[in-house]
C-alpha cells in the first residue's frame, strides 16, 4: 500500500533544480564554516567554490577532492605558500602540486565577509516544538516500521521551526496525510 508514496517520492527526483549547483552557496555545504568570520569566511568561501568546481569538472564527490577538515584548516591558517600548504593535516600531496599555486592565490585574495551573521541559536520554545515535532515524526515512525528520518529528517524539521520553511517535502503528499498537518498544527 506505498506504492505511491515511491512514486511520489521518485518523481520529486526529477526535479532538475535538485541538480543545479549554485557555486555562491559552496560554503553552505561546508560543515563548520558557520564560525568563521571575516577573511577567514572569505578565504573558506573561495575555497568552497574552487572545491565544487573542481568536484563538478571531475564528476566526483566534493570530499574526494578536499575534505572539509581540509578546507577548514586551510582557511583559519591562510597558508601562503606551498610549503604551508603541505604542513596542513591529512592535505594530499598530489594536490599541492596540481592546484597549489591557486589555491594559495584564492586565499591571498580573500576579500572580508563583514556582513555574514551565524544563524542565532534556537529558543527554548524553539528547541520545545522541534522536540514535540520529532516525537511526533518517531511515534508515526514506529507505527508503520520506518525510520523517521523517511519521514521527516531532522535537518528538514529544524529548518521549520528555526526559519518557518514550510515548503519542506513533510507538508507535501504522503507525508502532509501521515503527520504534516498535525506538524504544521504545532507552529
Known sequence: GRLAWAEQDSALLLDESLYTTDLSQAIDRLKGARNLRGRRRAAAAGLARWREEEALRMNRPRQWILRDRVLLDMATKMPTSKKA????????????????????????????DREYRPPSAPSEVQK????????????????????????????????????????????????????????????
Open 85 to 112: 600548504l603541505q604542513r596542513i593535516d591529512n592535505f594530499p600531496a598530489k594536490l599541492v602540486q596540481r592546484a597549489g599555486d591557486r589555491l594559495i592565490r584564492i586565499i591571498a585574495e580573500a576579500g572580508n
Open 128 to 187: 520545545r516544538v522541534l522536540k514535540s515535532m520529532q516525537s511526533m515524526v518517531a511515534e508515526c515512525a514506529d507505527n508503520l516500521a520506518l525510520s523517521a528520518e523517511i519521514i521527516a529528517p531532522r535537518k528538514e524539521l529544524s529548518a521549520v521551526v528555526m526559519n518557518g520553511n514550510t515548503d519542506s517535502r513533510v507538508f507535501r503528499d504522503w507525508r502532509r496525510d501521515l503527520v504534516g498537518e498535525r506538524l504544521l498544527a504545532l507552529l
